[in-house]
T-cell receptor, first 114, second 116 residues
Framework: QKEVEQDPGPLSVPEGAIVSLNCTYS??????FMWYRQYSRKGPELLMY????GNKEDGRFTAQVDKSSKYISLFIRDSQPSDSATYLC??????????????FGQGTILTVHP | GAVVSQHPSRVICKSGTSVKIECRSL??????MFWYRQFPKQSLMLMAT?????????EQGVEKDKFLINHASLTLSTLTVTSAHPEDSSFYIC????????????FGPGTRLTVL
C-alpha cells in the first residue's frame, strides 16, 4: 500500500465548474499537508499549505484536512482553462528525519475546457 | 523571490556515459536541497537529501554510487548520473528549502534525461 493515494484521473470539467481533488494517506505521522500544481514539463509550484486538521481558503482554492479519516481535499471554484494542470498532494511529518521531507501523491490530471 | 533553476533542461546521452545536472537557488541560500525523480504519469519520488558541506542522505533503494550528489555551496547542488542506462531515463527535479517548515520548498523546472 502506498503511503499516499491519489486518483490520477484524468478529470475533465467545463469552465466554471467546481473541482474536487482528493488524497488519502496511511501514515498517521503526517502533520503538514500541501497541494502543488504542475504544468507539463515544469516543476511543481505550491498552491496551498495546511497544518493538521481544518480548512484553509485562498481565493478560488479551498484545502480541507481530516486527520481522523486520513483524507485531504482541494476544491477549485469557478474553474478556468488556466487551471488545467496536474495537481499533486504532498505531506510531511512533524519532526525528526521526516521533517521537511515530502511524500507525494500520484497527481491528478485536470483539464478545464472552455 | 525563491527561484530555483536547473541546468540543463533536457539532455540526451548514450548508454554508459555520465550526466551532471545542476540545481541552483538564485536569490537565496539553501542549506538543504532535495532531488526527486518523476516517471511519466507518476508522482515525484524523493531520491536524496543534499546538505551543504556534508554527505547526501539517500532514500531506500536509491544507489548512492550511481547517483552522486555534491552540495559544495549554499546555492548549488549537483546530481551526477553515472554510467547511465535507458532505465534511468526520467524527469529529475530538485528543490531548495528556504527554511525548516514543510512549505518552504521551492522546486526547479526539472531536467528531462533520455538515455539511448
Amino acid at each position: 500500500q502506498k503511503e499516499v493515494e491519489q486518483d490520477p484521473g484524468p478529470l475533465s470539467v467545463p469552465e466554471g465548474a467546481i473541482v474536487s481533488l482528493n488524497c488519502t494517506y496511511s501514515n498517521s505521522a503526517f502533520q503538514y499537508f500541501m497541494w502543488y500544481r504542475q504544468y507539463s514539463r515544469k516543476g511543481p509550484e505550491l498552491l496551498m499549505y495546511t497544518y493538521s486538521s481544518g480548512n484553509k481558503e485562498d481565493g478560488r482554492f479551498t484545502a480541507q484536512v481530516d486527520k481522523s479519516s486520513k483524507y485531504i481535499s482541494l476544491f477549485i471554484r469557478d474553474s478556468q482553462p488556466s487551471d488545467s494542470a496536474t495537481y499533486l498532494c504532498a505531506m510531511s511529518g512533524a519532526g525528526g528525519t521526516s521533517y521537511g521531507k515530502l511524500t507525494f501523491g500520484q497527481g491528478t490530471i485536470l483539464t478545464v475546457h472552455p | 523571490g525563491a527561484v530555483v533553476s536547473q541546468h540543463p533542461s533536457r539532455v540526451i546521452c548514450k548508454s554508459g556515459t555520465s550526466v551532471k545536472i545542476e540545481c541552483r537557488s538564485l536569490d537565496f541560500q539553501a542549506t538543504t536541497m532535495f532531488w526527486y525523480r518523476q516517471f511519466p504519469k507518476q508522482s515525484l519520488m524523493l531520491m536524496a537529501t543534499s546538505n551543504e558541506g556534508s554527505k547526501a542522505t539517500y532514500e531506500q533503494g536509491v544507489e548512492k554510487d550511481k547517483f552522486l550528489i555534491n552540495h559544495a555551496s549554499l546555492t548549488l547542488s549537483t546530481l551526477t548520473v553515472t554510467s547511465a542506462h535507458p532505465e534511468d531515463s526520467s524527469f529529475y527535479i530538485c528543490s531548495a528549502r528556504t527554511g525548516p517548515a514543510a512549505d518552504t520548498q521551492y522546486f526547479g523546472p526539472g531536467t528531462r534525461l533520455t538515455v539511448l
